[in-house]
């Protein structure tokens, strides 16, 4: 009985095994030659309005992935640029660039306010309200530049003069940067930008009082210089002069034009006038203040200079630094007026001075 049975068993398992060997034998797929030796490698899809990264490791990658062999850096964005959504990709734009305005703010009574806060402050540019976007209530440093007159008149004053604007700069923030524009008919860069006060004292000392006024010439000079070398964005002329101009290839206009430039200086004025003469220098004087944001002094004698000299220094050091981003693209020309005004709780009237307007894409130089 147990051959009989040993037979029967073989038999089955025998009969098994084949039938295995045919399934295996009838799922294989027949090989297909290759045509190169390259692993073949699916060609990634396009998703409309995105690109396709092409891999380069034999491995298909998603887009907007990389593969662990080939990191790829993601870029950083600029200064000014902010990050917005599109289908779960970050795009990052150039933001507009802000307008910035240095303001100062006095009560019905010419007393500085400096508590305000930035809900107190509307801005309009061209009548037109804007979007307050950075506001700053802290002294900070400038580039300055002092434009003294050296022609003939000037001769008698020059030492006190001089003593003002050091006062000046020795009452300002002591990482100002100033410069020294000495003129006459001509006008001269005694001192490129520095903070070492010798070197100032040395400048304004070049004294050869000597020839006439070309106040407009070295006005728009000194312009040209803060933009070309400033390298803080709050910039100021100061300038003292004791005559008109009566020595300059530009005009009144040009300078003034030139000064409203996009994040042009604000410029302090003094005038040492005599009888003669006086009321086309005065309103030279108080125009070109007017329109940069600063403040045309007249005093009736040459001892007023140096506590002038302390105002002005007091105004530059409690100012507010507004900024927005105009409602009207820069890209579109022409002049643009602004006026700022303020209102907070406890004062009847503020009054706000600041740069009556600014030419767009002209912007200085600066930080």
Known sequence: MLLPNNRLIGLLISFVFSIIAGAQQTAAPSPVPSTSSQPAIAAPTATPGQPVQVPTTGIATPVGQTTAQQPQPVPAPDQGQAATDEGGTFVFRKEVEEVVLHATVVDEKHRLITNLGREAFTIFENNQPQKLTSFRREDIPVTMCIVIDNSGSMRE????????????????????????????????????????????????????????????????????????????????????????????????EEAVRRLQEENGPTVYAIGLLGEEKAHRARRALETIALHTGGIAFLPKTLDEVDSISSTIAHDIRNQYTLGYKPSTPKSVGGYRSIRVEARAKGYSKLTVRTRSGYFPGQEASGQ
């Open 157 to 252: 004053k020059r030492d006190k003069v001089n003593k003002a604007a050091l006062n000046l700069v020795r009452s300002s923030n002591p990482q100002d940067q100033v410069c020294v524009v000495n003129f006459n008919d001509e006008y001269y860069l005694d001192q490129p930008f520095t903070g070492n006060i010798n070197l100032l004292k040395e400048a304004l000392e070049k004294v050869e009082a000597r020839g006439g006024t070309a106040l407009y010439d070295a006005i728009v000079a000194t312009a040209d210089e803060l933009k070309k070398h400033a390298k803080l964005q709050k910039k100021v002329i100061f300038v003292v002069t004791d005559g008109e101009d009566n020595a300059s290839r530009e005009n009144l």
